[in-house]
Each structure stands twice: as structure tokens, then as C-alpha cells.
């Protein structure tokens, strides 16, 4: 029987080639976009569930105010270990903060970024591989690094590194104890090199006193198996408790997070780089979904659009003894069939395209076929595909009855049928529609992100990074970029303005209540800052030479002065003390971006800088090329150790939006092949009701109708089912963007034009695509079709 239905397939694929082609285009692009979409997010979820111990193992991140940090101070380990029954180990790690640290091995030298410090209970916690060397003893010794096999190989070859010596930072000699296997990239830790914490002790304030109220450290806690939530949480509020009886006036508060949930549900402060989204999970699981259901209902609509070629086949085997049941099988098969060839094209193309897909996604995803949660993946869907798209086209045509079909009509659509296909119009224009105007709103708020006035001029501006002890010579360099006259217009700064970290709540003013503590960004300038960003200066005055106690003086932004309480020209000349250091306030400038647009304007405060780690550079436009020959000259004179390095800040702003703009990228292509899938779909659904109106279209023909008459009469229908499509979509996107958006602090207004545009291009072009299949019936001779009556 298999056979004889494989037999049937064959030959109702030679006759109806069109069909068939159409419909293997519909479902492989639709199931090559789903697997696509699985295997994206399967990686994402699956971030750092390769550790033995991942469902025990926590982050300890901070509260204060309303800063969410995912740092914590020193001493918490220790009064996890010690004070807390349910916890079985700790660890903590020192971040380089993106340092660039100087390597050198036997007279090359290399700048590396990605370094940690880490104490010995590292690998007791985390399952990271040595390919050499002791766990136990790797990170004890002091002067020991551990390396990843990637770097062992670029610096040592093909020859073990263990035992050699690296020269860090052209101060001190470092002995390889053990190189790992690189880090797997479902990590959301990623390093290059570990050096034990036993290194700092001597050196760092933080580490030596003990520090409560010095937040440098990520601190991850292995509880006991068992611990349940309830648990976890009292553990946070006995930390909270203790810190308070430690630092009375600095209020924090603790939370425990899970390891496996780190790089999808992160939004804290300095955390590592490379962390994801669940917005983006859910966004793209859900696309999956429709993307396939349209691709489901596209077989649908086309396998009832030739129901009438096949209605006599029906016929005649029910005539000579096949039952419903044994139809429904055959056709059931046939959709099978289809399917599976469908899914081994999607398979041939995800193979093909997975290479862009990797660029585009910015993932180095592999297809596992080993794995066996992959393949019931598959599976499920191969199968979920099939029943899906293959149902109703069975139980459909299987109902034709025998006397009507062979006195050449078929079965009359009943009042169900209809209103199921209608259905299937709706859902599809719906998802069309919904998509289109998501589409349009991600690439606005994503061009609006690019285009946004920051409140500083980011074009032309070119830096390079202080490295070493660089910053501690700044009079010198500025005496050679004066002699230069292609590098007169530069600035001094602590840190870059395209995502400052460093912060305070140790702000203090006149009048200041002892229990408010606002956080303060703080920016150390020069003189010529606000010349070179162009930040506009709304009262007062900037740094100058000519005023030696600038030291001891302050400029604030409007936000600022919003917490303090001071107005614009009351702040110029009150008193206001920063870490410690009593000055004034000389200064007040407009709000200007120096966060990702995600994040609201802060309060800040500049103050001059003593230690500058980067000097920025206004160049005239199109001298950009003559102003970096000019700076390698200047740099290789002046320290030749470190690499000559240099950036734009408009480029690390928009690196700053690469998830985003991957994001929409992807998003907007599933759109766009949904929308396509969709209009195959009612390509065939006005197929199948042009050839079921056939003789209702000739006796009008006869009576008179015109041609254009008929196309109306065929198009009107659809019509009212994009209306109504178009009332389903439109509070479902506005929802979905409304609640996407939520996640940035500067955002576009979601303007009706939209989403009118959307339901008028619907609109247009299924009028079109009604239009162009209803010529045909249109221009079809009534005798023809009459000629049985």
C-alpha cells in the first residue's frame, strides 16, 4: 500500500509541476528559517550549562540605589564561606576592565586584553579545562599565569609553554603553569589568561584593608545541592544585613544569580562583555513559530487550490471501494512526502547559508547532527510540519462526495469549509502586516539611534589609548604634540564618552542629607575638552591654565544640578566635595550621551584629570590620514614598546548598537521570507476559489459581466479579510514594538502612519496578486466552463 501511494505522490508531482515546486519553495524556506532560528537559540540558552555544577552556582550582584552592579565587594566571599552553612565554595575574580597589558616572549611583544585574576578555588567551582598543569596548584604561586591553548600556540608554537617565562607589562616575569583548553564560546566568561589572586595581595588597597565599600570584584558562590529559592533569597538578605552592620552609611542591597542565566537576563553594570538577551530569545522563538505556521498554512491554501483537478481521482476510488479512513492516509503520505523533501532541501540550505548566517549573527554556529536533542528536534518538527500542513488538505479533498465530483463539479464549500479558509487569509495577511510594521519601526529606532544628537560632535574624533605608564608623562607628550602643527587640537580624558564606568555616591554638597546617596558619574578632562568634543557650556566657565586652583574645581551637567538643587546660576561658585576633595563648582554644561542610548543621560561631574588614559583627537576633515602619520611619528619617539594603536569614536558608538543592528538585520530578513511565504500562500488560496467559482463567473459572463466586473467581484473578499487582518495586526505590533522599545531610555514615537502604510501595502498588493490569478478566470470562455450544464 506504502508503495502504491509513493506511486500516486510520483505521478501527481509529474502532472501538477507547478504546484509541487511552489509548494517545496514555500515549505523549505519556511523550515530552513526555523532551524536557522533553533539553532540560534539553542545556543543562547545554552550559555555556561557546560559546568558540572551549573545549577548550583551563583553571582553575587549589587543594589545600590539604583544602580544595578554586577561587581561586589571583597570581604563578601569570606562571609559567605564562613557565616553560611548552605554554601559549599566561593571564588572571586579581578577583571583587567579592558587594560591593555603588554606581554613579551623572547623580544616579541604583545598587546593582549581578557586577563583575570582568580583565586585557587577557581577550577573547584568552574569546569574549565587544563590540557597542562595542576588545578589544585595552578593558581597558588604567585608569579605563575595560566594561558589558553590559543595563546600557547601563538606564543610558543608547536613547543609546551609549560615552565616559560612571560614578561608582563616590562616589570615582571611571569612562569606558565598551565594552559587551557580554550574557552568554550558558550561561555560567559572569556579570558585568555588567569593569574592567581595572591599576585594583587600586595599591591591592591582593596584586597589589603579589606575593603566593604569597594565594589571591583565578580564573586561566584557553589551552594549545597538542594537549596531551594526560598533559600537562595534568605542567603542575599543575610548578606544585605551584614553589609549594613559594616558600612552604616552606605546602603546596598544582594542578590544570588544564576550562573545559567547570566548572559541571557543581565542588565548590570560594569558586567562582562558579549552578554544576550531573552527579548531577543523571545522575539526569534516567536518568529520561528509563525514563520513556519505560515509556511504550513502556505501547503494548505495550495493543496486546496487544485482540489478540483483532484476531485474526480477522489471520485472514482471511492466508486470502486476506497474509505475516507484509507484517503486520508494516502493524502496524509503525500504530505509526508513533500515534507520530508522539503526538509532535506531546508537541511542542504542551512548547510549553505550557515556561513552568512554566522557572519550576520555574529555566532560561530555549527550544525551538531551528533547530538541527540538536535535530532528530536528536528524531528518533532519534521513531523509537526507534516501534520500541520498536511490535515486539513486530508480530511478536505478525503470528503468529496462520489455522484457530485463525477458529474463534473466538486463538492460545494460548506459554511465551515469557508469560514476555515478565511481563517487561514486572515492569519496569514495578520502575520504579513504585523511584521511589516515591526519591521519599520526596528529600522527607524535603529536609524535614530545612529543619527541621535549626543550633545558632543562625535565626528572627527580620532584617540589613542595611554598605554603602560604613558599616562604619568603627559607633560612631555604634550609638549611634542604642540611642536606638531597637525595635532594642536587634542584632549586629555580618563575615559572615552561612549561608555563611561566610573561612578560615586561620594558627592557631597551644602545641605546634603546623610541617607541620600544619588550616584555620580565622574569624568576626568583638560583644558580643552569642551573645545574638542564641543559640549556646549551653559554657564560659566571651563578649565584654563590661567587659574591655578582648577585643581580644586568642579563642572557638572544639568542633570546634575537637578539632584543637587542648584539652578543654573546659582551653582557657579558653591562648594562641593568629590572623593574626599573640597572644590567648587566653576561650571555647568548641557546633557550630553556618554552611556549607550539604552541607558538615561546620569549626573555627572567633570574634574581635571591626574591620570589620563587617553588623549582624543579633533582632525580637520579630510586630514584624517595625515593626522595619523603624524601621531605614529610622534608615538615612536616617545614610547616605542607598545603597539601604535588608534580608534574613531562615531565607530565605537556603533559598535556600541552591533547587537541591535544584527538584531534587526536578522529580524527584518525572517519578515521578509514570511511575507513571502504568506503571498504564495494566497496566490493559491485565490486559485482554488477562482476554479470553484468557474461556472458562477461564466453564467455572470453570459448575463453581461464585464472582465473587470468579474476581477472585482474576486477581489472584493480578500479585501475585507486584509481589513480585518489589518485590525488583528495592528494592536498585536503595536504591543510587541511598544514593549521593545521599552528597553531604550531615547526612542522613536510610534507614529499611526505606520501602521497605515502597513495596511494600505497589504492592501495593494493583494489586490494585485487577486488581480493577476482572477485575469485568467476572468478571460475564460463561458462555454467552457457551461458546457456540462
Known sequence: MFQHNLLLIYRNVKRYKGSFFVNLIGLSTGLTCTILILLWVQNEINYDRFHIHADNIYRITAKVRDERLALSSYPLATILKTE??????????????????????????????????????????????????????????????????????????????????????????????????????????????????????????????????????????????????????????????????????????????????????????????????????????????????????????????????????????????????????????????????????????????????????????????????????????????????????????????????????????????????????????????????????????????QKRNLGYDKENLLYIPLKGDMNTKTETLAQMLESNSDLLNYSFVSELPTNLERATVGVFWEGKENDFLPMFSIMEVDQNFLEVFKVQLVNGRSYSKDFGNDSTSYIVNEKALKIIGFTEASAIGQSLRVFGKNGTIIGVVKDFNFKPIQQPIESMVLRLSSRPDYVVFRTKPGATAKTIASLKNVWQSFNSSYNFEYGFIDKDLTKLYATEQRMGILFNSFAALAIFISFLGLSGLVAFISEQRTKEIGIRKVLGASVTGVITLLSLDFVKLVLVAFVIATPLAWYGMHEWLEAYAYRINMDWWVFGVAGVLALLIAICTTTFQSIKTALMNPVKSLRNE
Open 84 to 449: 553560611m552553612p548552605e554554601v559549599k565554595n566561593t571564588v572571586r575574580l579581578r577583571p583587567d576592565f579592558g587594560v591593555i597589558t603588554l606581554f613579551e616572549v623572547g623580544g616579541r611583544k604583545f598587546e593582549e586584553k581578557g586577563l583575570f585574576y582568580a583565586e585557587p578555588s577557581f577550577f573547584q567551582v568552574f569546569s574549565f579545562s587544563l590540557i597542562e598543569g595542576d588545578k589544585e596548584t595552578a593558581l597558588v604561586k604567585p608569579n605563575g599565569v595560566i594561558i589558553s591553548k590559543r595563546i600557547a600556540q601563538r606564543y610558543f608554537g608547536s613547543e609546551s609553554g609549560m615552565g616559560k617565562t612571560i614578561r608582563i607589562n616590562n616589570t615582571d616575569d611571569l612562569t606558565v603553569v598551565g594552559v587551557l583548553q580554550d574557552i568554550p564560546a558558550t561561555s560567559h566568561l572569556q579570558f585568555d589568561f588567569l593569574l592567581p589572586m595572591s599576585s594583587r595581595e600586595r599591591t591592591d588597597e582593596t584586597i589589603i584593608n579589606n575593603l566593604w565599600d569597594n565594589f571591583n570584584f565578580y564573586t561566584y558562590v557553589q551552594l549545597e545541592d538542594g537549596i531551594d529559592a526560598a533559600s537562595v533569597k534568605t542567603i542575599a538578605n543575610k548578606l544585605g544585613n551584614i553589609f549594613k552592620t559594616k558600612t552604616p552609611s552606605f546602603e546596598a542591597n544582594f542578590e544570588l544569580q544564576p550562573l545559567t542565566r547570566i548572559h541571557l537576563y543581565s542588565d548590570f553594570k560594569y558586567d562582562v562583555d558579549g552578554n544576550g538577551s531573552i527579548q531577543y530569545v523571545r522575539i526569534f522563538s516567536i518568529a520561528a513559530i509563525f514563520v513556519l505556521l505560515v509556511a504550513c498554512v502556505n501547503f494548505m491554501n495550495l493543496a486546496t487550490a487544485r482540489s478540483s483537478r483532484r476531485a474526480r481521482e477522489v471520485g472514482v476510488r471511492k466508486v470502486i471501494g476506497a474509505d475516507r479512513s484509507g484517503l486520508i492516509r494516502q493524502f496524509l503520505t503525500e504530505s509526508l512526502t513533500i515534507t520530508f523533501v522539503a526538509f532535506l532541501l531546508s537541511i542542504i540550505l542551512v548547510v549553505a547559508v550557515l556561513p552568512f548566517f554566522n557572519e550576520l549573527s555574529g555566532k560561530h554556529l555549527e550544525i551538531p547532527f551528533s547530538e541527540g536533542n538536535l535530532f528530536i528536534a528536528l524531528l518533532f518538527i519534521f513531523f509537526v510540519t507534516s501534520l500541520i500542513s498536511g490535515s486539513y488538505p486530508s480530511f478536505f479533498l478525503s470528503n468529496f462526495q462520489p455522484v457530485q465530483v463525477l458529474k463534473g463539479g466538486i463538492m460545494k464549500a460548506g459554511t465551515d469549509s469557508i469560514r476555515f479558509r478565511n481563517i487561514l487569509v486572515v492569519f496569514q495577511f495578520s502575520v504579513s502586516i504585523a511584521l511589516f510594521i515591526c519591521t519599520v519601526f526596528i529600522y527607524n529606532q535603529l536609524r535614530f539611534i
